[in-house]
């Protein structure tokens, strides 16, 4: 309550250049009118890619100004298998789930590398298959830091939305300036399917891959989310 958001939900307007190529008046207008709504009411959108892209955070500092942020953390080893299946879904991908791992475990950050150098390139498979290195969160807040400041900033693990959201929600509510209400989930939203299971071996050696990324993380945020270890 409180909140009025475009119809579409990722608009990727910072993040993908050829929707940069819009202009600001194509963003604006993806958003509702105030005049049409009435009453208090903010509005925002949600684009996961925003976090990982190189230049986005830049370009949303530079654009919104006193703009707040939320960054939603899923435990990275859920998250890769996760991005993995919707990149067979959407067919992104066709190599088995070991097979896309090890690539990416053989040259992690290196899609990033060529972003960072032509930031105005479009690549599509630094947002698809970058299963791994979009789970080492810590670089990511760092880069959120350094263009918004902190206080503008609200890093929430997902698992603890998800399991009690009702605990969750009046930091929400509260960051955003809004009412406090009751608020709760009957389910969890966008649940996947998968066509096949993340292996215990692969499972063992992300977690030893993630573990010093995360407790860096850990340290930033001065809290510690109970992801398994």
Known sequence: PGVRVPPVKELHFFDVPPRREKGLAWYRACF???VSLGGRWITGEASPYYMYR??????????LGR???????????SRAFSHYQHAVRKGWE???VEEAFEDELGRLGELGAQVERDPTRDLPIHQQRSYIHRGQY?????RLW?????ERTLIIQSEALFRDCAAVAPRVQAFLGLALRDLMLERVPNRGRYGEE????????LARH??????RLFEMLGERFDWPV
Do not use: D, K, W
Not at 210 to 215: G, I, L
């Open 94 to 96: 066709t190599r088995g």
């Open 32 to 34: 509702p009118l105030r």
């Open 146 to 150: 350094r263009h918004i400041p902190r």
């Open 198 to 205: 993340l292996s215990y071996a692969l499972s063992r050696r």
């Open 138 to 142: 810590a670089e990511q807040i760092e």
């Open 67 to 77: 703009v707040r942020v939320i960054a939603l953390l899923r435990e990275p080893v």
């Open 210 to 215: 993630f573990a010093p990324h995360n407790q």
């Open 54 to 63: 190189p230049g986005a955070i830049e370009a949303i500092a530079r654009v």
